[in-house]
C-alpha cells in the first residue's frame, strides 16, 4: 500500500497521473493506492491504519488497472468505483469490487472490440471524498469538431451523474478568454470567472502531461480539486466529414460521437431486452451503464435521453468508432421499435432514412 504522491508505473496510470499531479502541486483529494489486490496479501491489515491517516472520510475507492486511462484506450467506466464508503470493511468489499471488475462482462466486452486484452491487475485508490457544490470533466480539446477550445461540463453536486450520462449537464466552451455557454438546465452553475480558472487549470496539465487531457473536477469551496487526469482518446480531425442528415428530423440532440449510421432503431429499457439487440442495430435507450458495454460494441450507433459529450457513453462511442446523439429528448418514444433511422453524429440530428443500413 503506497501513499498516493508515491504511486508509480505500477500502480496503474490512473494513480501514478494522479501522484504526478500532486507532486506537481495540484490539489488532489489526499489518498493511498493498492498495486494489486488479488495479488498482494495482507494489504487488508494496512486499510485501518491507512483510513486514520486520511480521516474520518466519507471515501471513494476507484480502480487503477494498468490497461486503464491509456493513450488510445481508456476503459472508461468499465471498471467498478463505489463511492461514499466510510469503515474499513466498506472499503475492504469495495476495494475486492474494483480489482475484480477487470475481468467483468463489460470489461471483456470493450477489451475485445478494442482489440486488447482485458486487464491483467487492477490496482485500486482509496482517497478522501470532496463534497463540492459543483463538478464535472474538462476536455482540452472538443472531441467532436476538434476545435482548439476547452470543453467543461457541470453539474450540480458530485461530478458522477456527468460520467455516468444520467443527467444532461451544463456545458461551457472557452475559446482564449470567451467563455460560450453552450448549454444551461435553468440556471447558470460557473460564472465566467470559474469556467476561465477551469479552462486554465486544464490548459496547464496538458502541458504537464504534453497531450490533450480529459480531467475529472470538483469545487468545493474556493478550491478546485484535481480528480482525474488522462489522454483523450481520440483524434477528431482524422473523422471524415459528413453532410448534415437529409430528408425529416425526428430528434436533435448533443452531437457526442462524429459520423452517421443507418440502421433499425432498437428501444432498450432495462437489463431484460437485452436478448432483441441484433448487430448493426441502434442502441436506443435513457442512457447507458456500464453493463450495457456489450451492446454498444455491436451497435452501429447509440441515441440516448440522458447525457452529455463528455460521458462515458460518448467516449466509449468515440472510441469504437459509432455515431452518438445523447440527450435527445424523447428518443425511446419518438423512434418506434424497428424502424430504419439515420443517427448523425456529427451534427447531432436522428432522422428518417432509406436503403441500406451501416456506417459512413
Not at 299 to 312: K, S
Not at 318 to 335: D, K, S
Request: charged share 20%; proline share 6%; glycine share 12%.
Amino acid at each position: 500500500m503506497l501513499p498516493l504522491p508515491d504511486a508509480s508505473e505500477r500502480c496503474g496510470v490512473k494513480a501514478r497521473n494522479l501522484g504526478r499531479l500532486l507532486r506537481a502541486g495540484y490539489r488532489v483529494p489526499d489518498g493511498f493506492v493498492i498495486p494489486d489486490p488479488l495479488g498482494d496479501p495482507g494489504w487488508e491489515r494496512e486499510i485501518e491504519a491507512g483510513l486514520h491517516r486520511l480521516g474520518p472520510g466519507p471515501f471513494a475507492v476507484r480502480s487503477s488497472a494498468l490497461a486503464e486511462d491509456g493513450v488510445e484506450s481508456s476503459f472508461a467506466g468499465q471498471l467498478a468505483t463505489t463511492l461514499g464508503v466510510t469503515t474499513s470493511a466498506e472499503v475492504i468489499e469495495a476495494v475486492h469490487r474494483s480489482a475484480a471488475s477487470r475481468s467483468s462482462p463489460e470489461a471483456v466486452a470493450y477489451a475485445a472490440r478494442t482489440d486488447q486484452e482485458a486487464p491483467a491487475s487492477a490496482g485500486v485508490i482509496v482517497q478522501v471524498m470532496v463534497q463540492p457544490e459543483t463538478a464535472g470533466v474538462i476536455f482540452t480539446r472538443h472531441p467532436v469538431s476538434g476545435a482548439e477550445q476547452v470543453v467543461i461540463e457541470a453539474t450540480r453536486g458530485l461530478g458522477d451523474s456527468v460520467v455516468a450520462g444520467t443527467v444532461t449537464p451544463e456545458a461551457y466552451l472557452v475559446d482564449g478568454a470567451h467563455v460560450q455557454v453552450a448549454r444551461h438546465r435553468g440556471g447558470q452553475l460557473l460564472t465566467s470567472a470559474q469556467a476561465l480558472a477551469l479552462a486554465a487549470l486544464g490548459r496547464d496539465i496538458e502541458s504537464l502531461f504534453g497531450r490533450p487531457q480529459d480531467i475529472e473536477w470538483a469545487i468545493a469551496g474556493e478550491d478546485i480539486r484535481v480528480l482525474q487526469a488522462r489522454p483523450i482518446t481520440t483524434a477528431p480531425s482524422t473523422a471524415r466529414p459528413v453532410r448534415a442528415t437529409s430528408g425529416d428530423i425526428l430528434l436533435t440532440g448533443i452531437a457526442a460521437g462524429p459520423g452517421t449510421a443507418v440502421g433499425p432503431a432498437r428501444i432498450i429499457g432495462s437489463l431484460d431486452d437485452f436478448a432483441r439487440f441484433r448487430p448493426d442495430d441502434v442502441l436506443v435507450c435513457r442512457t447507458t451503464s456500464p453493463a450495457w458495454t456489450p451492446l454498444l460494441a455491436r451497435a452501429c450507433a447509440v441515441v440516448t435521453e440522458t447525457g452529455g459529450m463528455l460521458a462515458h457513453a460518448a467516449i466509449v462511442a468515440r472510441e469504437f468508432g459509432i455515431p452518438a446523439v445523447l440527450a435527445a429528448a424523447g428518443a425511446m418514444t419518438t423512434l418506434t421499435e424497428g424502424r430504419l433511422v439515420r443517427v448523425d453524429g456529427t451534427h447531432g440530428h436522428v432522422g428518417t432514412a432509406t436503403g441500406n443500413t451501416g456506417r459512413n
